[in-house]
């Protein structure tokens, strides 16, 4: 029995560079108390255990007792002999490398396995809807508690946003609707009865990325796998869980966003964009003002515009280019719609027509305000330039986004108006205003024939490549 127990761990310690094979043994020896020295290390932790009340101790303080039981769970369920046993009492530490190796490197199925376990401890038959929406929400929870604890948010002030529990439950509700094949908006309610075996499960994990990066950041940093210095990435999955934040002044600011709301969207941005996000506006910290508004955001590249209305709906729009004012519609084909409450929705192009961003201001012909989608008057998002005010038409969808209604009642009252610039910021354009003469050069010459000199020629400022050297 010992030479298969050993055989088994060497085949799971394999998957690992020495590197992380000795991250994993200080994480074990951890769990289990052992303090052996490194030349015996090794052999006496493999006879050691994990039980229950080891690793509660252990995981105090980072993780919270029902996923702290899940990852137990998780662990002791693995089947290191491949004879389909039932779960051992503890956790030896072939399972404990087999879990980690399936969570952080395994297939779809080998992951598929790790929630099986984890979502339900009866292992003899499928798992209902209910219960991995419960296991969702709570994976998510936990995410966002680690973070905060290791002081990883990247600048989020959760003191200072959304209700994170709310942003979970839609979150977790909306990833587990993705189990049904079309990937329909989920009826709550509707599939808590249904079942889920070993195959809708591997698809689920296969389709839905987010369950495995829920669960690859939990198991790192809630057994304290994530080290600041790891030797690879293996160990370091936080990074890219949330994009940086820039606000220059959160004191200023009450944001209707919460993790996971920012989670989801920033997933649904080109990769290009998901780095960072700098508040442009927002009518608690900048006012309530249409021309404000223009002006924090003109030319500030691609951005995110987010509406809380009087019924209490959060919605918007991703904006792939940046506004100008002009009276013609604008953007290209990669903007889309959302709704983030009361539940989560994304709606992108159609190819129907290009009517993917609008925004103009003191036109008496054309339209004043702020639109996204369908047509003159019937925008599948509008802000009027009469600030406060807007509507959502889809009758019954916008052609442009196949969308529908996405404010409480088709002409709604503005709540909370933000707008977010996403990824870099766009290189400052040189706006300084050049002579007509700069770009005639026949009228240069014809002035230099007859003796004439331009009048304008000593006021213009100097270039910015003109300035002096000196500081």
Request: charged fraction near 25%; include cysteine; charge should be negative.
């Amino acid at each position: 029995m010992g030479n298969a127990e050993s055989s088994s761990l060497h085949r799971f310690q394999a998957k690992f560079i020495p590197e992380e094979q000795a991250i994993l043994d200080d994480v074990f020896d951890a769990m289990t108390g052992s303090g052996a020295s490194d030349d015996q290390k090794g052999r006496k932790a493999a006879k050691k255990q994990v039980t229950l009340d080891l690793l509660r101790a252990y995981t105090k303080g980072t993780l919270q007792e029902s996923m702290m039981v899940r990852l137990y769970d998780g662990m002791r369920s693995m089947d290191t002999a491949g004879k389909s046993l039932s779960w051992t009492q503890n956790v030896s530490k072939e399972q404990f490398v087999m879990f980690v190796a399936y969570v952080l490197q395994g297939t779809a199925e080998e992951r598929s396995l790790v929630v099986r376990s984890m979502v339900s401890s009866d292992d003899s038959g499928p798992v209902r809807e209910s219960q991995l929406r419960e296991f969702a929400e709570e994976l998510i929870v936990s995410t966002v508690q680690l973070l905060e604890s290791e002081q990883l948010l990247r600048g989020w002030n959760l003191e200072r946003m959304g209700d994170g529990a709310i942003g979970a439950k839609q979150l977790a509700t909306h990833l587990v609707s993705q189990l049904k094949p079309q990937g329909e908006g989920l009826q709550v309610g509707a599939l808590a009865s249904a079942d889920y075996g070993r195959a809708e499960l591997e698809d689920w994990v296969y389709r839905v990325p987010h369950v495995s990066t829920f669960l690859r950041l939990v198991v790192t940093m809630g057994l304290r796998m994530s080290k600041p210095q790891a030797p690879t990435e293996l160990f370091n999955v936080n990074k890219q869980v949330l994009p940086l934040c820039k606000v220059e002044r959160w004191g200023e600011l009450l944001s209707v966003l919460e993790p996971p709301s920012i989670i989801y969207l920033n997933s649904n941005l080109p990769a290009e964009l998901q780095g960072r996000w700098q508040l442009l506006f927002s009518s608690r910290a900048h006012g309530e003002s249409f021309s404000r508004l223009s002006g924090q955001i003109v030319q500030k590249g691609p951005s995110l515009l987010i509406i809380k209305d009087s019924d209490g709906h959060i919605f918007g729009g991703f904006a792939s280019q940046s506004w100008d004012v002009k009276p013609q519609f604008q953007g290209d084909s990669k903007c889309f719609l959302f709704t983030l409450s009361p539940q989560l929705g994304m709606y992108t192009c159609t190819s129907y027509n290009n009517h993917y961003m609008y925004l103009n201001h003191g036109q008496q012909t054309m339209p004043n305000g702020l639109g996204m989608g369908g047509q003159h008057n019937y925008f599948g998002l509008w802000i009027d330039s009469d600030y406060g005010t807007g509507h959502s038409k889809a009758k019954p969808r916008c052609t442009t986004y196949n969308s529908p209604q996405l404010s409480g009642k088709e002409n709604f009252a503005i709540d909370v108006l933000e707008v977010w610039a996403v990824g870099a910021s766009p290189k400052k354009m040189n706006t300084k205003t050049k002579s007509i003469l700069d770009s005639d050069l026949e009228a240069q010459a014809l002035l230099e024939m007859i003796n004439k000199t331009r009048k304008s020629e000593g006021l213009r400022e100097r270039a910015d490549d003109e300035d002096d050297d000196s500081s």
